[in-house]
Protein backbone atom coordinates (compact mmCIF):
# COMPACT_ATOMS: atom_id res chain seq x y z
CA UNK A 1 0.00 0.00 0.00
CA UNK A 2 1.40 3.29 -0.79
CA UNK A 3 1.75 5.69 2.16
CA UNK A 4 0.60 8.72 2.06
CA UNK A 5 4.08 10.73 2.59
CA UNK A 6 4.82 9.76 -0.78
CA UNK A 7 2.64 12.57 -1.98
CA UNK A 8 4.57 15.01 0.37
CA UNK A 9 4.91 18.38 -1.86
CA UNK A 10 2.80 16.92 -4.94
CA UNK A 11 0.42 19.54 -6.43
CA UNK A 12 -3.64 18.51 -6.14
CA UNK A 13 -6.05 19.54 -8.65
CA UNK A 14 -9.13 21.19 -7.58
CA UNK A 15 -12.58 21.47 -9.68
CA UNK A 16 -15.29 23.66 -9.22
CA UNK A 17 -18.41 24.53 -10.72
CA UNK A 18 -20.91 27.14 -10.72
CA UNK A 19 -24.73 27.99 -12.50
CA UNK A 20 -26.77 31.16 -11.69
CA UNK A 21 -29.55 32.13 -13.66
CA UNK A 22 -29.12 35.69 -14.90
CA UNK A 23 -31.92 38.25 -14.28
CA UNK A 24 -32.75 41.72 -14.80
CA UNK A 25 -32.23 44.44 -11.69
CA UNK A 26 -29.08 42.05 -10.57
CA UNK A 27 -25.94 44.01 -10.12
CA UNK A 28 -23.72 41.93 -13.23
CA UNK A 29 -20.45 40.95 -11.40
CA UNK A 30 -17.88 37.95 -12.43
CA UNK A 31 -14.97 37.31 -11.59
CA UNK A 32 -14.89 40.04 -9.16
CA UNK A 33 -15.68 42.90 -11.84
CA UNK A 34 -19.06 44.66 -12.65
CA UNK A 35 -20.67 45.11 -16.16
CA UNK A 36 -22.27 48.23 -15.54
CA UNK A 37 -23.34 47.76 -19.17
CA UNK A 38 -25.46 44.38 -18.77
CA UNK A 39 -28.97 44.73 -17.60
CA UNK A 40 -28.71 41.16 -16.15
CA UNK A 41 -26.87 40.05 -13.46
CA UNK A 42 -26.11 36.80 -11.48
CA UNK A 43 -28.52 35.83 -9.09
CA UNK A 44 -27.70 34.45 -5.97
CA UNK A 45 -27.97 35.32 -2.14
CA UNK A 46 -24.52 36.74 -2.06
CA UNK A 47 -23.52 38.98 -4.99
CA UNK A 48 -24.07 35.88 -6.83
CA UNK A 49 -20.73 35.78 -8.53
CA UNK A 50 -20.87 32.46 -9.89
CA UNK A 51 -16.58 32.64 -10.96
CA UNK A 52 -15.45 32.88 -7.54
CA UNK A 53 -17.73 30.49 -6.31
CA UNK A 54 -16.38 28.12 -8.72
CA UNK A 55 -12.47 28.82 -8.26
CA UNK A 56 -13.38 29.04 -3.92
CA UNK A 57 -15.19 25.40 -4.47
CA UNK A 58 -11.95 24.29 -6.67
CA UNK A 59 -9.41 25.97 -3.77
CA UNK A 60 -11.06 24.14 -0.98
CA UNK A 61 -11.64 20.78 -3.34
CA UNK A 62 -8.26 20.62 -3.93
CA UNK A 63 -6.79 21.01 -0.45
CA UNK A 64 -9.79 18.28 0.69
CA UNK A 65 -11.62 20.74 2.35
CA UNK A 66 -15.02 21.95 3.07
CA UNK A 67 -17.37 23.33 -0.62
CA UNK A 68 -18.62 26.47 0.03
CA UNK A 69 -22.11 25.64 0.81
CA UNK A 70 -21.30 24.10 3.67
CA UNK A 71 -18.70 26.85 4.88
CA UNK A 72 -21.00 30.23 4.00
CA UNK A 73 -24.60 28.33 4.03
CA UNK A 74 -26.91 30.18 1.47
CA UNK A 75 -30.07 30.37 4.18
CA UNK A 76 -27.26 32.14 6.87
CA UNK A 77 -28.47 35.91 6.99
CA UNK A 78 -24.51 37.39 7.34
CA UNK A 79 -24.10 36.06 4.05
CA UNK A 80 -26.70 37.82 1.95
CA UNK A 81 -25.23 39.85 -0.37
CA UNK A 82 -22.07 39.19 0.98
CA UNK A 83 -18.99 39.96 -1.36
CA UNK A 84 -17.56 36.26 -2.91
CA UNK A 85 -14.17 37.94 -2.76
CA UNK A 86 -14.65 37.18 1.34
CA UNK A 87 -14.74 33.19 0.17
CA UNK A 88 -12.17 32.85 -1.94
CA UNK A 89 -9.85 34.70 1.02
CA UNK A 90 -11.44 32.49 3.40
CA UNK A 91 -10.35 29.30 1.03
CA UNK A 92 -7.19 31.02 1.25
CA UNK A 93 -7.08 31.38 4.39
CA UNK A 94 -7.84 27.88 5.07
CA UNK A 95 -5.65 26.41 3.11
CA UNK A 96 -2.69 28.37 3.84
CA UNK A 97 -3.72 26.55 7.78
CA UNK A 98 -3.05 23.64 5.64
CA UNK A 99 0.38 24.50 4.80
CA UNK A 100 -1.24 25.03 1.09
CA UNK A 101 -0.88 27.74 -2.22
CA UNK A 102 -2.38 28.31 -5.44
CA UNK A 103 0.32 27.58 -8.29
CA UNK A 104 -2.84 28.14 -10.90
CA UNK A 105 -6.11 28.37 -12.08
CA UNK A 106 -7.95 28.45 -15.48
CA UNK A 107 -11.50 29.51 -15.65
CA UNK A 108 -14.19 28.98 -18.10
CA UNK A 109 -17.14 31.33 -18.35
CA UNK A 110 -20.15 30.39 -20.32
CA UNK A 111 -23.23 33.03 -21.05
CA UNK A 112 -24.52 35.04 -23.77
CA UNK A 113 -24.37 38.14 -21.68
CA UNK A 114 -22.10 39.67 -20.98
CA UNK A 115 -18.85 39.43 -23.15
CA UNK A 116 -16.23 38.54 -20.97
CA UNK A 117 -13.60 38.31 -24.16
CA UNK A 118 -13.11 42.87 -23.71
CA UNK A 119 -12.58 42.29 -19.95
CA UNK A 120 -10.67 39.15 -19.51
CA UNK A 121 -7.51 41.15 -18.27
CA UNK A 122 -9.28 42.67 -15.46
CA UNK A 123 -10.69 39.18 -14.12
CA UNK A 124 -7.27 37.80 -14.40
CA UNK A 125 -6.19 40.66 -12.59
CA UNK A 126 -8.93 40.70 -10.19
CA UNK A 127 -8.67 36.63 -9.38
CA UNK A 128 -4.49 37.09 -9.38
CA UNK A 129 -4.59 39.79 -6.60
CA UNK A 130 -7.33 37.32 -4.69
CA UNK A 131 -4.92 34.50 -4.49
CA UNK A 132 -1.89 36.16 -4.74
CA UNK A 133 -0.37 34.62 -7.88
CA UNK A 134 1.05 36.38 -10.73
CA UNK A 135 -1.49 36.97 -13.57
CA UNK A 136 0.33 34.85 -16.01
CA UNK A 137 -0.85 31.80 -13.31
CA UNK A 138 -4.52 32.82 -14.08
CA UNK A 139 -6.48 32.19 -16.98
CA UNK A 140 -10.14 33.37 -17.67
CA UNK A 141 -11.82 32.26 -21.43
CA UNK A 142 -15.36 32.93 -22.51
CA UNK A 143 -17.92 31.15 -24.16
CA UNK A 144 -21.04 31.58 -25.13
CA UNK A 145 -24.06 28.89 -25.33
CA UNK A 146 -23.72 29.39 -28.99
CA UNK A 147 -27.99 30.03 -28.89
CA UNK A 148 -29.04 26.72 -27.75
CA UNK A 149 -30.66 27.26 -24.29
CA UNK A 150 -31.50 23.68 -22.42
CA UNK A 151 -34.35 25.79 -19.99
CA UNK A 152 -36.54 29.30 -20.02
CA UNK A 153 -33.70 30.58 -17.83
CA UNK A 154 -30.75 32.98 -19.00
CA UNK A 155 -27.65 31.65 -17.11
CA UNK A 156 -23.74 32.12 -16.24
CA UNK A 157 -21.86 28.50 -16.20
CA UNK A 158 -18.56 28.33 -14.98
CA UNK A 159 -15.88 25.41 -14.34
CA UNK A 160 -12.59 26.26 -12.50
CA UNK A 161 -9.52 24.26 -12.15
CA UNK A 162 -6.88 25.00 -10.05
CA UNK A 163 -3.94 23.29 -9.20
CA UNK A 164 -2.32 23.66 -5.12
CA UNK A 165 0.91 22.94 -4.34
MG1 LIG B 1 -22.91 30.08 -6.55
Do not use: W
Not at 90 to 96: I, N
Amino acid sequence: MTSPRDFEGVPRIGLGTDLHRLTPGRTCILGGIVFDECPVGPDGHSDGDAVLHAVTDALLGAAGLDDLGTLFPDDQESNRDRPSADFVAEACRRLQLARLAPLSIDIAIQCDRPKIAPRRAEIRAAIAKLVALPIDRVNVKGKTFEGVRATDSEVVSVVAVVLVG
